[in-house]
């Protein structure tokens, strides 16, 4: 017989662990599973094979909610014992509550477990030819362990750690010290920025990360917003947004009155000044190539959505082919709208340095910082971040070599 889970209960389990875990209640039994999350989290990271981490959370607080439950099964059918409906649970609490919590679930959509090896499964245990076996033989160990607890409160207490080992805020900063990065080069910079986005796409978020973190030390980490991958509850523009300085005037734009948009018909400036919205400047981020329809597309929505009319697209894959773009930003413009678009991270770079304010401070070693810590609150593979950390502080080439 299969079981129905409560889901307002799961919410409010998930809850009370995850604020039990910001308040450091950690019993020895959470800081295994954290131990074992965290390897699961470095096997399977995103781009390969995460998705399992949304299972394993899926499982473990179907398992807080309900110690009885089958936790390979994927969906209630009622010739399974104990079966229980493992999509629904990730759909209705996990997916409309992880970003409330800042909880990385590896598959961070709306339909977490809609995703290859899952879909189209009824049970884990039934699935066979995953590439990534070493990450997929750790994850059915992990999930052994978890179908072995016999008690709701050690299941809540494992759901607590998951939470620790996958929630950004939690996870402790590396540890850096304040002139970290100072000694780079330009060159030098770019060429480990490059080289770290190129390694490994990790689901746009090297990419993200490298935008964000020039971004930072142009105007500040404060006024920068960084929206999370495939996050179903957008809060801001595109990938990356800059929002207006606390308390300064919001720029008006003028649009004449006789000019065509589908957003703003005949708008004059007083109508166009108080539409503005938060942020002044939106960045999409792409390391696949873009095509023109792209542009377009993604103007419309972020003007219609947000009301920003400053718009950059970073495109910045090895295999860009479409470098004109001109009918695209010109088509734009009249529409009101300023696009940009950079295809190298050298002229994104520049473009940042050169508006950047003369603090004081070196501005290479500002970037590095925030790319390091950029790349951990995404969740970029921690061992490769640490890597790139110990590049702050070797001796580099002062040609970039």
Excluded at 268 to 295: M, N, Q, R, W
Aim: hydrophobic share 40%; charged share 25%; proline share 3%.
């Amino acid at each position: 017989m299969s079981i129905s889970l409560d889901h307002s209960k799961a919410k409010e389990i998930l809850f009370e662990q995850a604020t039990k875990a910001r308040l450091g209640q950690l019993s020895e039994i959470s800081r295994e599973w954290q131990d074992r999350v965290q390897r699961l989290g470095e096997l399977c990271p995103h781009g390969k094979s995460a998705t399992v981490i949304a299972a394993l959370g899926t499982a473990i607080l179907a398992k807080a909610t309900d110690v009885n439950v089958d936790v390979y099964s994927l969906l209630d059918r009622g010739e399974s014992a104990n079966s229980y409906s493992a999509r629904s649970l990730a759909d209705n609490v996990w997916a409309r509550h992880r970003a409330e919590l800042d909880i990385d679930l590896g598959a961070n959509g709306t339909n977490p477990l809609n995703n290859t090896p899952f879909i189209g499964k009824t049970r884990i245990d039934d699935i066979t030819g995953v590439r990534n076996r070493e990450g997929w033989k750790f994850f059915i160990e992990c999930m052994e362990e978890l179908r072995k607890i016999g008690s709701t409160v050690e299941s809540q207490e494992a759901l607590n750690g998951f939470i620790v080992a996958r929630s950004r805020s939690l996870v402790a900063p590396i540890d850096m010290t304040p002139e970290i990065g100072d000694h780079l080069a330009q060159g030098a910079l770019i060429s480990i920025l490059t080289d770290f986005v190129a390694e490994n796409s990790e689901g746009g978020r090297r990419a993200q990360a490298a935008t964000a973190a020039m971004l930072d030390a142009a105007f500040g980490d404060s006024n920068v917003f960084v929206g999370v991958i495939n996050d179903p509850d957008r809060r801001a523009p595109l990938d990356v947004s800059v929002r207006y300085e606390a308390g300064s005037p919001k720029t008006a734009l003028f649009v004449n009155e006789n000019a065509s948009s589908p957003y703003l018909p005949n708008a004059k400036f007083t109508e166009v000044e108080s539409l503005l919205g938060d942020f002044h400047t939106a960045f999409e981020v792409k390391d696949k190539p873009i095509v023109d329809y792209h542009i377009r597309s993604s103007i419309e929505k972020t003007v219609k959505d947000h009301a920003v009319r400053n718009l950059v697209f970073v495109a910045v894959s090895q295999d860009q082919v479409m470098l004109d773009f001109d009918e695209a930003i010109q088509w734009a413009a009249k529409r009101g709208v300023k696009v940009t678009i950079f295809s190298s991270w050298q002229d994104l770079y520049l473009a940042c340095k050169c508006f950047a304010p003369a603090d004081g401070k070196i501005f290479e070693g500002k970037v590095f910082r925030r790319l390091v810590s950029r790349s951990q609150l995404l969740g970029v593979n921690l061992s490769d971040i640490e890597r790139l950390a110990k590049l702050g502080i070797e001796k580099i080439d002062p040609e970039g070599r």
